[in-house]
């Protein structure tokens, strides 16, 4: 989509530079640039599908587009950066969804995006059975079963990762062992425009702010208007109140990382301090198996395994070139 349509010109949501709607596709080492919508989209009954090792740059909406599932997707290995804003409601996600459930990302980079690195909410109460216990009894589209673990988020306008509060419709959303750079005092949210939550943005932060109050370690309680307007946490507040990121590593020093995105390359210095990093464990993974990373090298074992998309730096700086991507593909 190099000429700007949208939904309003065409009438049908297919515009991104990859849409597929399907269970097990795998969309795996393609170069998705440039587009006037979402880089690579996937919509409606996913249960199965995989995104892994694509490089996706300055696409618009949200870099890797996740929508309308309930089960079992993985996204991993993936480089996302520079995606760029598609009004308020689509500010420019790096990777990010809305009534979807179970998708697990892990081990991507999001690098350098209008919004978020990460953003997960529900947007609407449509009703979906597909592949669930009992089809012919839909249930309504959730934010729930969420893993975000082991990926590198560095230099995104918006937080570095946005969640839903937990209720009856957006609950056991998981996140931690990630790398964090440039996200400030407040890398944390609850994602916006949550617009189908059981419990209302008010009430939800008027029950924060009362924990808050009895954490006196955890920060000052914020200005309930300032709060409502932005509802951003420093990692020991995401920690305490939404049990997430407690092992996240924030701001290592010496480590630095861009995009020359004409080219493709990727700079990193002081690749040493990737190690700082914590460790995604294999059942973080949801059964899911990593086979070979961005650059085709083999995922080590657990232990050994670096945040990011990118396994086996020596120390100092790199340029990695990202296209044509080498090795094979995941099995």
Same mark, same amino acid.
């Given at each position: 989509?190099? %000429? %700007?349509? !949208? =939904?309003?010109?065409t009438g049908w949501e297919e515009w991104g530079g990859i849409k597929l709607m399907c269970s097990n596709a795998r969309v795996e080492a393609n170069l998705v640039a440039d587009n006037d919508g979402p880089g690579i989209w996937l919509d409606n009954h996913l249960r199965g599908a995989r995104v892994t090792r694509n490089v996706v740059l300055n696409n618009q909406r949200a870099g890797l587009f996740l929508e309308f599932t309930n089960g079992h997707l993985l996204v991993d290995s993936n480089l996302v950066a520079g995606t760029r804003a598609e009004g308020a409601f689509y500010p420019g996600h790096g990777i990010y969804s809305h009534d $979807?459930?179970?998708?697990?990302?892990?081990?991507?980079?999001?690098l350098s995006n209008a919004g978020c690195g990460v953003m997960m909410r529900t947007v609407t109460d449509r009703q979906d059975g597909h592949g669930t216990a009992h089809p012919e009894r839909p249930r309504r589209v959730l934010t729930a079963g969420q893993r975000i673990y082991a990926n590198l988020l560095a230099g995104n306008r918006g937080t570095a990762i946005a969640? /839903?509060?937990?209720d009856g419709l957006n609950l056991d959303n998981r996140s931690d062992a990630n790398l964090i750079l440039h996200a400030g005092a407040r /890398?944390? !949210? *609850?994602?916006?425009?949550? *617009?189908k939550a059981a419990v209302p943005l008010a009430e939800a932060l008027a029950e924060f702010?009362?924990? *808050?109050? $009895?954490?006196?370690?955890a920060g000052p309680v914020p200005d309930p208007a300032a709060w409502a307007a932005r509802p951003d946490f420093t /990692? *020991?507040?995401?920690?305490?109140?939404? %049990?997430?990121?407690?092992? !996240?590593?924030?701001? /290592?020093r010496g480590l630095g990382l861009r995009i020359r995105s004409l080219l493709p390359v990727l700079r990193i210095? %002081? $690749?040493? =301090?990737? $190690?700082a990093g914590?460790?995604?464990?294999?059942?973080a993974l949801g059964g899911h198996v990593l086979g070979i990373d961005l650059l085709g090298h083999p995922y080590p074992a657990a232990a050994a395994r670096l945040p990011g998309p990118i396994q086996g730096l020596a120390p100092g700086s790199h340029d990695l070139p990202l296209w044509p991507l080498p090795g094979g593909s995941q099995p």
């Amino acid at each position: 989509n190099r %000429g %700007g349509y !949208s =939904h309003g010109d065409t009438g049908w949501e297919e515009w991104g530079g990859i849409k597929l709607m399907c269970s097990n596709a795998r969309v795996e080492a393609n170069l998705v640039a440039d587009n006037d919508g979402p880089g690579i989209w996937l919509d409606n009954h996913l249960r199965g599908a995989r995104v892994t090792r694509n490089v996706v740059l300055n696409n618009q909406r949200a870099g890797l587009f996740l929508e309308f599932t309930n089960g079992h997707l993985l996204v991993d290995s993936n480089l996302v950066a520079g995606t760029r804003a598609e009004g308020a409601f689509y500010p420019g996600h790096g990777i990010y969804s809305h009534d $979807a459930s179970d998708v697990v990302v892990v081990h991507n980079l999001a690098l350098s995006n209008a919004g978020c690195g990460v953003m997960m909410r529900t947007v609407t109460d449509r009703q979906d059975g597909h592949g669930t216990a009992h089809p012919e009894r839909p249930r309504r589209v959730l934010t729930a079963g969420q893993r975000i673990y082991a990926n590198l988020l560095a230099g995104n306008r918006g937080t570095a990762i946005a969640l /839903p509060w937990p209720d009856g419709l957006n609950l056991d959303n998981r996140s931690d062992a990630n790398l964090i750079l440039h996200a400030g005092a407040r /890398p944390f !949210s *609850l994602a916006d425009h949550n *617009l189908k939550a059981a419990v209302p943005l008010a009430e939800a932060l008027a029950e924060f702010s009362r924990q *808050l109050a $009895a954490m006196p370690d955890a920060g000052p309680v914020p200005d309930p208007a300032a709060w409502a307007a932005r509802p951003d946490f420093t /990692p *020991l507040q995401w920690a305490r109140l939404m %049990g997430n990121d407690a092992a !996240s590593v924030f701001e /290592p020093r010496g480590l630095g990382l861009r995009i020359r995105s004409l080219l493709p390359v990727l700079r990193i210095d %002081g $690749a040493e =301090h990737l $190690a700082a990093g914590r460790t995604c464990p294999d059942e973080a993974l949801g059964g899911h198996v990593l086979g070979i990373d961005l650059l085709g090298h083999p995922y080590p074992a657990a232990a050994a395994r670096l945040p990011g998309p990118i396994q086996g730096l020596a120390p100092g700086s790199h340029d990695l070139p990202l296209w044509p991507l080498p090795g094979g593909s995941q099995p």
